[in-house]
Nanobody, 117 residues
């Protein structure tokens, strides 16, 4: 089992920045990939960015490319999402995600990000 706890959401003005954090616990040694997804009411959850904890390989959604940066601190079992130049359309609940080598999926409880003036 893997437990994920997010933090760092909040209200920010357009053009502002936020950093989300996700701390993993439990069977962290089995994690193959971690990432961030987001969801707005009435829409499907969509991937924002992913990272492989061991190799640091990253992937970004087109909407995140150039504005968001995913990173990890393996010593702290933590993944971060640095979000810059935030736009109103980035408003969503952001979920931390992990998949282990057995292809089991884990989700955090979500953290809300609101971009508004």
């Amino acid at each position: 089992q893997v437990q994920l706890v997010e933090s760092g959401g909040g209200l920010v003005q357009p053009g502002g920045s936020l950093t989300l954090s996700c701390v993993a616990s439990g069977s962290v040694f089995s994690i193959y990939v971690m990432g961030w997804y987001r969801q707005v009411p009435g829409k499907q959850r969509e991937v924002v960015a992913t990272i492989t904890p061991r190799g640091g390989r990253t992937n970004y959604a087109d909407s995140a490319t150039g504005r968001f940066t995913i990173s990890r601190d393996n010593a702290k079992n933590t993944v971060y999402l640095q979000m810059n130049n935030l736009k109103p359309e980035d408003t969503a609940v952001y979920y931390c995600y992990a998949r282990n080598q057995g292809n089991l999926h884990y989700w955090g409880q979500g953290t809300r990000v609101a971009v508004s003036s």
